[in-house]
């Protein structure tokens, strides 16, 4: 079975459901693919995200995740990095482990193999205030990957970074990727980024939020 299933999925918001924000969404994502959500701002993006997190639930419809193990399965990384200020880049890191009782000899090798991966290990003591954006948002996908979540869900994750570092935490992202093969669902308003990144992109369009294309990129092409 998919790994995700989106089925006739309608959200309405407002209090008289005047924002069709989805309209009979139907989506199927298999274990492993990297999928790019892509379309204009407004098409309902971050709504189908966060269906699939579980962090909004569908109008009429349904989201069916099939999870394989006990762990978590998701994990959501945002574009405005929500990295607690007042703890180190460790700290921040170990948090979602500290949360599950994982015991602490095997967190802080965690934490260490994260950060190590990352290149964040010369600021595991440092507070968020002294990184940059870029740093900042290598500690939220370490954050997310400490849970080894089966599903990595991106909200727009590199939207705020300037371009060079964008393409440095891209290229990242797919060496990630590339290793463990973890599925992934990536938003987008970017079609340049979406077809970068993903080995499928599905496009949607506003009013209502609507799926119009579903494209499989070739594995095989040069991703840079
Ligand atoms: P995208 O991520 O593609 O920009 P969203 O999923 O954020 O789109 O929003 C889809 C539509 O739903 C937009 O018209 C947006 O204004 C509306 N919307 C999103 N969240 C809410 C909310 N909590 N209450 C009311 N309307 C919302
Ligand atoms: P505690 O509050 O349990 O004594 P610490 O303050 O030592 O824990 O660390 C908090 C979190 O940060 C833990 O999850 C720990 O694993 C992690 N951590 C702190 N420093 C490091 C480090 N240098 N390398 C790896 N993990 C670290």
Redesign the pocket.
């Known amino acids: 079975p998919p790994k995700i299933s989106v089925e006739a999925v309608t959200k309405l918001y407002g209090r008289k459901g005047e924002v069709r924000a989805l309209e009979n969404v139907d989506l199927e994502i298999n274990e492993g693919e990297f999928v790019c959500l892509v379309g204009p701002s407004g098409c309902g993006k971050s709504t189908l995200l966060r269906m699939i997190a579980d962090l909004h639930y569908p109008t009429s419809g349904s989201v069916k995740i099939q999870a394989s193990g006990p762990g978590l399965t998701t994990a959501m990384v945002f574009q405005n990095y929500s990295i607690f200020p007042w703890k180190t880049v460790?700290?921040n890191i170990?948090l979602p482990?500290?949360v599950n009782g994982t015991p602490?000899a095997e967190?802080?090798d965690r934490?260490?193999a994260l950060?190590d991966r990352m290149n964040l290990s010369d600021f595991?003591d440092a507070l968020p205030s002294a990184l940059s954006g870029g740093m900042a948002q290598r500690v939220s996908i370490a954050r997310a990957l400490a849970v080894q979540p089966e599903i990595l869900l991106m909200d727009e994750p590199f939207a705020a970074l300037d371009a060079q570092m964008r393409r440095i935490l891209q290229d990242e992202l797919l060496s990630i990727w590339q290793e463990d093969q973890r599925t992934v669902v990536f938003v987008t308003h970017s079609l340049e980024e979406a077809i970068l990144l993903g080995d499928r992109v599905v496009v949607m369009s506003a009013r209502p939020g609507k799926i119009i294309g579903d494209y499989r990129i070739p594995f095989e092409r040069p991703r840079r």
């Open positions: 460790a700290e170990g482990l500290e602490k967190r802080v934490v260490a950060m595991a």
